[in-house]
């Protein structure tokens, strides 16, 4: 997958900017589902990191806040510990008018934990799947209380930290009801303690042409002939 994002920008010119529009906006419609259909006056915390995975999860907080949800984005780092993509997509968010606080330095323990708890469901995008060995620091801490506060959970492409490839949690990591991954599966979802920790595995078209996967020998065919996001069946 890593090097199909990096063919993507070098090859084709579809920049990480796209990109993480297609993911964060493909996001939002995961959590209109899994919250039933509506998300009008639903509440919910989006819990960002400091990686490009973070920028797909801001996106999807500005889709969820013009469909009517009450949004509260959480940032594991400062804005200045982001990346260039993730900033820009925040800038969007404060110019917005959206709620969005840093919980290590914003957020007392108490006013994260009520707020975690008031919400309907939590989006994480706190760690992609390029993300190896146990989280640390404000991200580590940031997904614990994502954990402890037993909320419905949907993660954006791997639920933060788990390893793609094995499914395995070297450290603390997200347990969710519902994974959106992005243009081809990860190992790690598909079987094991990864399959249990993703829940329902729903996969999302960034549009990427075909030819990117066959110039890598990938045969991936009409995958979202029906819709953009799929849901996954780990039995096939």
Do not use: W
Not at 2 to 23: F, H, K, P, S
Not at 54 to 65: C, E, Q
Not at 97 to 108: E, F
Not at 130 to 157: H, K, T
């Amino acid at each position: 997958m890593a090097e199909v994002d990096r063919r993507a920008i070098d090859t084709y010119g579809i920049t990480l900017l796209q990109m993480m529009e297609q993911a964060g906006s493909h996001l939002a419609d995961v959590v209109r589902r899994e919250v039933g259909g509506d998300l009008a006056g639903r509440s919910i915390v989006v819990a960002i990191g400091p990686g490009n995975n973070g920028g797909g999860g801001l996106v999807a907080a500005r889709h969820l806040v013009n469909r009517g949800a009450n949004v509260r984005v959480v940032l594991a780092r400062p804005a200045l510990r982001m990346t260039e993509g993730g900033r820009h997509q925040l800038a969007t968010l404060l110019a917005m008018g959206t709620s969005c606080c840093v919980a290590t330095y914003d957020l007392s323990d108490e006013e994260l934990e009520s707020a975690l708890a008031a919400a309907d469901v939590v989006v994480d995008a706190i760690l992609g799947y390029n993300v190896r060995g146990a989280p640390q620091d404000e991200v580590e801490r940031l997904i614990g209380f994502v954990l402890r506060s037993d909320r419905p959970v949907v993660s954006l492409d791997v639920p933060s930290g788990m390893d793609p490839d094995s499914g395995e949690a070297p450290g603390l990591a997200v347990a969710a009801v519902a994974t959106l991954t992005l243009a081809l599966p990860k190992p790690g979802l598909m079987a094991g303690p990864g399959a249990e920790r993703a829940g329902r595995l729903y996969l999302g078209d960034l549009g990427l042409p075909a030819a990117l996967y066959a110039s890598l020998g990938i045969d991936v065919g009409p995958l979202f002939s029906a819709d953009r996001i799929i849901t996954l069946d780990r039995m096939t």
